[in-house]
């Protein structure tokens, strides 16, 4: 977690310097870059967490939220580049016809990844809430499969510890129908409605400028891969 700060605080330190020598197409596409690497990251780490959580080490899913909001964070810090990078390269009275420029492009990657960071963050908060409630149902203070030292080593001490994980488990087995219901609402809450109307807005307007990119290439017959592609993740997002 130290070491991810450090790449943070560095990427901040990056950025602050492209946009202060106003390279803000640099600053962007860095951010993207930097977005799609680290998301992926916290996803594989969230995965492997759930797969198999006794070896999960010191690694919760509340250090997963806190990653997943400073890199929300550090994606909203690229909205001043964004913005000056589109006012620089797209005329105040619009481009002719159907014309999008490269600008258009990457400023509507960054908003896909800037919705695909809160959904990240939005499920994290999500799932480290219902842990925390299903540990305090079976008496483990937030960590489900946690089982606490007994007295005792080698095939006895084992023995013991396997029965207090399947006892644990039994409890929280016959509690699945109540939590559910807490689940759901735990959700509910987590996710905020102006963040999501905020996504959504977000992805409406990157697949209506990427659309137009399909329309002039369906006229030329050539098209940046790149943005049809893009313009698929706006729309699966």
Known sequence: LADAQAV????????????GAALHFERVAGCVAFAEAFTGLVEAKEQDLARDPLNAGALTRVHLL??????????????????????????????????????????????????????????????????AALGAAVGTGGALFTVAPRPGSGEDGEVDEMAALAKKVDVWMEEVDGTIVAETKVKQEARELNELETSVA???NAATSLQLVRADADASG????????????????
């Not at 050539?222 to 699966?236: E, F, I, N, P, Y």
């Open 8 to 19: 943070f605080s560095a990427s901040e330190d990056v950025g602050a310097a492209l946009h």
């Open 66 to 131: 806190h990653l997943a909001t400073s890199l929300c964070d550090a994606v909203e810090a690229c909205a001043p580049s964004r913005e000056a990078l589109l006012a620089n390269t797209v005329p105040v009275e619009g481009l002719p016809g159907e014309m999008v420029v490269p600008s258009e492009v990457l400023a509507a990657r960054l908003d896909i990844w800037r919705a695909r960071c809160s959904s990240t963050r939005r499920d994290l908060a999500s799932a480290s809430q219902t842990e």
């Open 202 to 204: 977000l992805l409406a």
């Open 222 to 237: 050539q098209a940046s891969a790149g943005a049809l592609a893009c313009r698929v993740d706006a729309l699966v997002e």
